[in-house]
């Protein structure tokens, strides 16, 4: 079972190496079943097609596994505490995998309707990950009780976008500190909005 996880882990870690530098197109199977030490037959008997080891890679190395163990730490978290750390994490993960955000975004209008579908199932599946996190803090009398769905996105989006601005237009480094003051100037705004409620000195 261990060598079996291993390959596994081998031939994910590959494919993301690999499209991260040569884009999905680019990567073939021989490449990433080469850089991972093991036999192309291989690769074809444990994810069958390269659709199949790319939707394996996006579920495995993107922020949606760290988000599903984050809403639960945050469970009892203050609202506010529970966003920021999951919007510092969701830019450090970013951060770390830029080069493949780079490509993803490069690519994106040539991939395989099958390879499309799968990103924009991870984005939604992100997305409703967050909703229903709100949505169980509206019920506990937390939030407005307005429908969370279109803020869950919104939340995830305009992180992406200072992200893409900052990382991948500007090429600036986004270091933690950096992070950390997007992530608090998003949550202030994302939890109040940006309009006197008349109570403010």
């Given at each position: 079972m261990i060598e079996v996880d291993g390959t596994r882990r081998k031939l994910l870690e590959a494919t993301l190496e690999l499209i991260s530098s040569k884009g999905y197109h680019g990567a073939t199977t021989r490449e990433i079943a080469s850089r991972a030490g093991v036999s192309e037959l291989t690769l074809f008997r444990r994810f069958g097609k390269k659709e199949r080891l790319f939707e394996e890679m996006i579920r495995s190395f993107t922020f949606?596994?760290?988000?599903?163990?984050l809403i639960q730490e945050m469970e009892d978290k203050p609202l506010e505490e529970?966003?920021?750390n999951i919007g510092v994490r969701f830019l450090q993960t970013l951060r770390l995998r830029r080069s493949l955000v780079r490509i993803l975004l490069t690519e994106?209008?040539?991939y395989p309707r099958q390879v499309r579908t799968i990103h924009q199932q991870m984005i939604d599946n992100q997305a409703r990950t967050l909703e229903d996190f709100l949505e169980k803090r509206k019920g506990r009398g937390e939030i407005r009780p307005l429908d969370m769905n279109l803020p869950a996105y919104a939340f995830f989006r305009i992180l992406f976008m200072s992200f893409l601005h900052e990382s991948i237009l500007a090429e600036?480094?986004?270091n933690d500190d950096r992070i950390e003051f997007i992530v608090d100037e998003v949550v202030e705004t994302f939890l109040n909005g940006i309009a006197f409620t008349g109570n403010e000195v």
């Open positions: 949606l596994p760290r988000l599903k163990d529970g966003l920021k994106i209008s040539r600036r480094n986004m």
